[in-house]
């Protein structure tokens, strides 16, 4: 059974940094692409970041979030990260990890498995 475990979430203020974490069990790891997708109440779920499984390098970025967040993982540990830095009140959400083999990998249709999700408030 796969499961995707986020955590880190919390409220912060604007300008503040949050590190959300994903621990996945039940499948082989390397072989995902990892993301992260986010939902604000009243508003459409959208694509925040991606990494490859192979190629750790590959990463993608919603343009949204470009040059503030950075997402890494640790294929030992079966870990992904997303690191959130000059955090906006507009980035508040419910953050979900997400694991597939699929792309495009902006598509939450490419994804196969959701985690429930972690919660992050940013204050102004």
């Known amino acids: 059974q796969v499961q995707l475990v986020e955590s880190g979430g919390g409220l912060v203020q604007a300008g503040g940094s949050l590190r959300l974490s994903c621990a996945a069990s039940g499948l082989t790891f390397s072989r995902y692409t990892m993301g992260w997708f986010r939902q604000a109440p009243g508003k459409e779920r959208e694509f925040v970041a991606a990494?490859?499984?192979?190629?750790?390098?590959?990463?993608y970025y919603a343009d949204s979030v470009k040059g503030r967040f950075t997402i890494s993982r640790d294929n030992a540990k079966n870990t992904v990260y997303l690191q959130m830095n000059s955090l906006k009140p507009e980035d508040t959400a419910v953050y979900s990890c997400?694991?597939?083999?699929?792309?495009?990998?902006?598509?939450?249709?490419?994804?196969?498995?959701w985690g429930q999700g972690t919660q992050v408030t940013v204050s102004s």
């Open positions: 997400v694991a597939g083999v699929f792309r495009p990998v902006v598509a939450a249709e490419s994804y196969t498995y």
């Open positions: 990494i490859s499984g192979s190629d750790t390098s590959a990463t």
